[in-house]
């Protein structure tokens, strides 16, 4: 009823309404307008309310406020105003360009088809910048065609652009043939789009052709043109080779950069280089020191936790009149922070304080990230502090992990508190937003969803545009409250504020009619999401499959795993394990066992729980000898199984007719010996049970 009486509303009447409401109040009401009913302020109405903020002191509120006006009322003025103005057509171009430099895409192609209406060309500028904002769809051909029927120059920067967004859609023949097409003259950026595009597609053979090629054109490659290659030769575990750019690329001056060593480092730790495998980097460590191999050494013994080892070689290297660099240090320190090994990692901290190098935003920021995660939220404080008193100016990458420590270890209350005090003392709202993501995101798993609308209301207040993301939140929160008629609100709210539901929007939706047996809706949803361009993922798919095998539907939830499959996306151990329990409730044991074989032949591998449902499903609704058998094979094979798996075997064992005594008191033994933990509860149940069939 509300909503209908404000949309009868004239534009003089909420003038009158906001003109007389006290200052607060005024800006409530007109946020509340223009968020929840979609209405279009009148100008005076908007300076009304500029005047407000200014006189509340909110200079950033006023800020964006002004922003937004000005966006929005200046295609009107320059169309009324100044169409017969000489400086026309450049204010024109010069707004379609900011337009799409600020990412409003649709924005800026209004205003392009405006221009075409007024007769006004637009500058090969403002293509490029649409063209590059646009790159990964096929509009990109459509705007082309235009610059060549406007007889405009395509600039070298025009044809990069181009070549980067077919390559990034893996049409490399297309690009190809747009190069000769167009007599492109080679350079560096070229070449480096195209052998990015086959490095990726896994030619990397002819990304190495390109290589050389370079060469033979007259240009230097640069430190991308190796990353690209020596990325590429990770992958496929050549190593050696990749080490050997490396070299090369610092013969030549060009590093190797921070993204060398992380390619390299996570190339060491992808193919187990630290499992007794070191005939490669010895043999390279004995040809001379190298400082670039003994980093890669370091950071692999680090990445999976043999931290003392990794120490050592750096003594050994430091021996040798080796130093480490900057650079080194980041990514040790990076390496021992993913794997929990602070102590160490603030060692290090401490070693680079007291010498000529010093810690950076990032050191402090990784190991402020590491200390959080794992609970020791006050020593991320005081190191934060630290590198405030060092004059290292902190952005909201060392705030986010103490935000969600306080969250989750100590008083969401005072996380709200530092979130005030930091974005009191910030100027960037992009940083800012992210913050206030996190708090959101932490009321609504809590159930605080009223919190956390309190916040989002804040967040406007403040002048912080909210995200994608921040609408997710709120609607995911409404949803898990069973409030669906507020989430679709908050999908409204989130396309008022020119933001496109996203793949994360619709699975939310199509959750919660999951959840409620609501299949019909579930699909509805997904025709609208692939209506709108918006690609399933596998939290999707696995949501359609958890509907159908509730429904009862297997086959066809075995149809979407195969259409799931052939778009190239991965089922994960979640999709594949709901899948083998709903064919074991229905004893198509046959089908489950084939979907465990089919999660090893795809390499994802069958975890505890996977094992669990095999055998506690054949135990209940199968045969328990099978069961016996299932779980002597895989004991064999020395699959390690978990608790529950043994338990209900013995269960089955004792609740069969007849059980059998001496199977279920060597099960139970054998369950001691692996070292799980016995209580009262396990042995009466085991008495218990036998005792009932009088054994």
Known sequence: YFKNEVLRLRTCEIDYVIEKLESEHAIRFFLLLEDAFGIKHSLHSRLFVSHHLAEKRRIRSLRCHLQRLVLEEVCDLLLKRFRGWDSNPLVWDVLCFVYSRKGLI????????????????????????????????????????????????????????????????????????????????????????????????????????????????????????????INGLCDIGSLEEALGFSIDMEKHGLGPDEVT?????????????????????????????????????ICGHCQVGNSREGLRLRDEMLMKGLRLNRVSYRVIIGSLCKTGQLGEALGLLSELKNSELQPDSYMYSVIIDGLCKLGDVENGIRLYREMCSEKILPNSFPRRPILSGLCQHRNIDEARSYLNIWIS????????????????????????????????????DKGISPTAATFNTLIDGSLRCGRLADAREWMDRMRMHKLVPNVVTYTSFMNAFSEAGNLK???????????????????????????????????????????????????????YNSLIQSFCAARDFETAFWLHNEMIRLRVLPNHATYNILIDGLCVHGSVGLAERVFSFLRGHEVDLSKVAYTSLLKAICAKKGGDVRKAKALFREMVEVGFEISVKDYSGVINRLCRRCL
């Open 521 to 575: 809706s579930v699909f509805r949803l997904l025709e609208e999401m692939e209506a709108n361009g918006v690609e399933a993922n596998v939290v999707t798919y696995t949501v359609i499959i958890k509907a159908l095998r509730r429904q009862g539907k297997l086959e066809e939830s075995l149809r979407f795993l195969n259409d799931m499959l052939a778009r190239g996306l991965s089922p994960d151990q979640v999709t």
């Open 106 to 229: 649709r924005d800026a192609l209004f205003v392009l088809l405006k221009m075409r209406a007024l007769d006004i060309l637009p500058s090969i500028m403002s293509y490029n910048s649409l063209l590059h904002s646009l790159r990964h769809t096929d509009m990109i051909w459509d705007l082309y065609r235009d610059i060549l029927v406007a007889e405009i120059r395509p600039t070298e920067y025009t044809k990069s652009i181009i070549l980067d967004g077919l390559c990034n859609q893996s049409q490399v023949r297309e690009a190809l043939s747009f190069m000769e097409k167009v007599e492109v003259e080679p350079c560096i950026v070229y070449f480096n789009t195209l052998m990015s595009a086959f490095c990726r597609m896994g030619y990397l053979a002819v990304s190495k052709s390109f290589f050389g090629t370079m060469f033979k054109s007259g240009l230097s490659p640069d430190a991308y043109s190796y990353n690209i290659l």
């Open 261 to 297: 060593y992380d390619i390299l480092a996570k190339g060491f730790y992808l193919f187990s280089m630290v499992h007794g495998l070191w005939k490669l980097p010895r043999k390279l460590l004995d040809r001379g020191p190298d400082l670039l191999t003994y980093v890669m050494l």
């Open 425 to 460: 003392s910030s100027s960037g709202s992009e940083q800012d937003v992210v913050l206030y993501n996190i708090l959101i995101d932490k009321h609504v798993k809590r159930g605080y969803t009223r919190e956390a609308e309190a916040l989002y209301r804040d967040m406007l």
